[in-house]
Nanobody
Framework: QVQLAETGGGSVQPGDSLRLSCVAS???????MAWFRQAPGKEREFVAA????????NYADSVKGRFAISRTSTKDTAYLQMARLQPEDTAVYYC?????????????????WGRGTQVTVSS
């Protein structure tokens, strides 16, 4: 059984940086990994995804140039480096894993989810 656990959330000021980590266990196939976020009263939205190899990535337009997704060579840990954070980035951030191509950004295509980590950006 695949399990995902996120860490690294917190409260920061606008313009600050933060790095989220997602540790996976139980991978027995080639899973893409992704980050989604959900703000209060809003639907869960795609943030970024990375291929199994780590060589290809996909980003939501709202975070391009500010966020970077990566994963370790062992494939079991993914990171989301977030820079120039803004109040609109405030949300619970979820790690997810899927057997689908990393280009797919629909939440329903991701089979496994972590419990989420809160990121709050406020002055």
């Amino acid at each position: 059984q695949v399990q995902l656990a996120e860490t690294g959330g917190g409260s920061v000021q606008p313009g600050d940086s933060l790095r989220l980590s997602c540790v996976a266990s139980g991978f027995e196939s080639s899973y893409s990994m992704a980050w989604f976020r959900q703000a209060p009263g809003k639907e869960r939205e795609f943030v970024a995804a990375i291929s199994w190899s780590g060589g290809s990535t996909n980003y939501a337009d709202s975070v391009k140039g500010r966020f970077a997704i990566s994963r370790t060579s062992t494939k079991d840990t993914a990171y989301l480096q977030m820079a120039r954070l803004q109040p609109e980035d405030t949300a619970v951030y979820y790690c997810a894993a899927s057997l689908y191509n990393y280009r797919v950004s629909t939440p329903s295509t991701y089979e496994y989810w972590g419990r989420g980590t809160q990121v709050t950006v406020s002055s």
